[in-house]
């Protein structure tokens, strides 16, 4: 059993703003701590013959494991461990959003069953990276359809998307992408969605044909953008505390702005930045033209969201960090800020989650000890970290700040139009007079 008592600081900038005017900054301390580490990932098996069946055949091999993605809604946080490789007995997960017991390593319960994870079966979950929750508490999935892909992949299986209740299990909805859409090198990385138009956007990390997937009622096609949705080629590297990658990764994460109608994202093997109205990715095709450049970001990212006030928090993979941008103050190339870095907790901030409760939630997975064999299971490698923001999901955004009238400042005008109209009052009367 493991203990994890350690804690993060991050500061946090905060504008104070008078009259609708930014004076001086302002700085509070915020923690983030540790709600979950395990050295290895273990499973609410059926019974003890299960799992040793499993590690026998093969089904399941412990260092071939890892947490990748995270959603939560009520008491229930979800997890996704892709089968990068071999062995991965479970793809979709929940653990407590609240711990139960004294252990700081829960067994994780695969989601919505066993049945449901045979990879003999494609119907099943395959390759799960990430997966989204929105207001009505429907879970979407992405599923790549393709296993194994860092050591023999398998094809057999189709990229699909899936619908199921995040609090009763229940199925909803199989939706199998055409050939149009997908190609056979697909991996869907990340998902977010829209809860207007009811549409999903899936980054699609092919090597082929990297782009974004957009999906709304029962219709797909994807979005291309070049250079933007291209890992950087200067890049030759991610080193990650002594651990240099070498793989190059294209489009990855995603963040959605649902009042400005804008969709955030980036490669991840890349330092830029990059965003595109919504209308733009209407129909099929390139839409190179409509991407925005903002700006380098502070080293690569796996992993980004925007909450419920407009703020952007990405991971930093390089730096072992998390940073954040107000997207409704100011620009990105000037308003990014480090909130938190530590070499020991951070390695690899691949996702982020908001819960119920307004706390940040993010995973770090040690990603490159993963992709370089050199996995220890006598150490932490996978943690579950939080920080209480105040916000929420950008599903529950509302108009930001900068694009609506301050209540100091309504007053201020109320307070003015009420004293000119005493003043054309009084030299009404007194031409009266």
């Not at 009259?19 to 302002?26: F, Y």
């Not at 098996?45 to 499993?54: G, H, L, Q």
């Not at 990748?68 to 997960?93: C, D, N, Q, Y």
């Not at 057999?156 to 209740?165: D, G, H, M, Y």
């Amino acid at each position: 059993m493991c203990q994890p008592s350690r804690v993060l600081f991050a500061v946090l900038g905060l504008l104070s703003v008078t009259s609708g005017l930014q004076t001086k900054q302002q700085f509070r301390s915020e923690e983030f701590r540790v709600v979950y580490e395990w050295y290895k990932l273990d499973f609410t098996w059926p019974d003890e013959s299960a799992k040793r069946t499993a590690f026998l055949s093969r089904r399941f091999v412990p260092q071939n494991n890892i947490i990748s993605g995270i959603k939560i809604w009520m008491h229930k946080v979800f997890l996704t461990l892709p089968r990068w490789k071999e062995g991965v007995p479970a793809t979709l997960v929940t653990v407590p959003s609240i711990p139960v017991g004294p252990s700081a390593s829960p067994r994780l319960e695969p989601f919505p069953s066993w049945e449901w994870q045979d990879i003999n079966n494609c119907s099943a979950l395959q390759n799960v990276h990430a997966v989204e929750i929105d207001l009505d508490g429907i879970l979407w999935v992405v599923d790549s359809g393709t296993s194994n892909e860092l050591e023999y992949p398998d094809y057999s299986c189709p990229p699909k998307l899936l619908q199921f209740n995040a609090e009763t299990r229940e199925h909803y909805d199989t939706y199998t992408f055409p050939p149009g859409t997908i190609n056979k090198d697909s991996i869907l990385f990340d998902i977010v969605v829209d809860p207007r138009s009811r549409t999903a956007y899936i980054s699609d990390s092919s090597e082929t044909q990297p782009g974004i997937i957009v999906y709304r009622q029962g219709v797909s096609y994807k979005v291309t953008g070049g250079i933007s949705m291209q890992s950087d080629p200067s890049i030759g590297s991610i080193v990650v505390n002594g651990t240099e990658v070498r793989r190059q990764q294209n489009v990855g994460p995603l963040a959605l702005s649902v009042v400005e109608r804008v969709l955030y994202f980036s490669p991840v093997t890349s330092h830029h930045l990059y965003s595109v109205h919504l209308s733009a990715l209407d129909r099929p095709g390139d839409i190179s033209s409509s991407v925005r450049d903002l700006g380098r970001k502070l080293n690569s990212s796996s992993g980004m969201i925007l909450d419920s006030k407009h703020v952007l928090y990405y991971g930093l993979l390089e730096s072992n960090g998390i940073a954040r941008w107000d997207s409704s103050r100011d620009p990105f190339s000037t308003g990014q800020r480090i909130i938190t870095e530590d070499a020991a907790l951070l390695q690899w901030p691949c996702a982020f989650a908001f819960d119920q409760q307004r706390a940040l939630w993010v995973i770090s997975n040690r990603f490159q000890t993963f992709l370089a064999n050199t996995i220890n299971l006598e150490v932490p490698n996978f943690r579950l970290i939080k920080a209480y923001t105040g916000t929420q999901s950008y599903l529950y955004a509302n108009e930001p700040q900068s694009l609506s009238v301050s209540s100091s400042t309504a007053l201020q005008a109320t307070s003015i139009l009420f004293l000119l109209s005493i003043c054309l009052s009084v030299k009404l009367l007194s031409n009266s007079m």
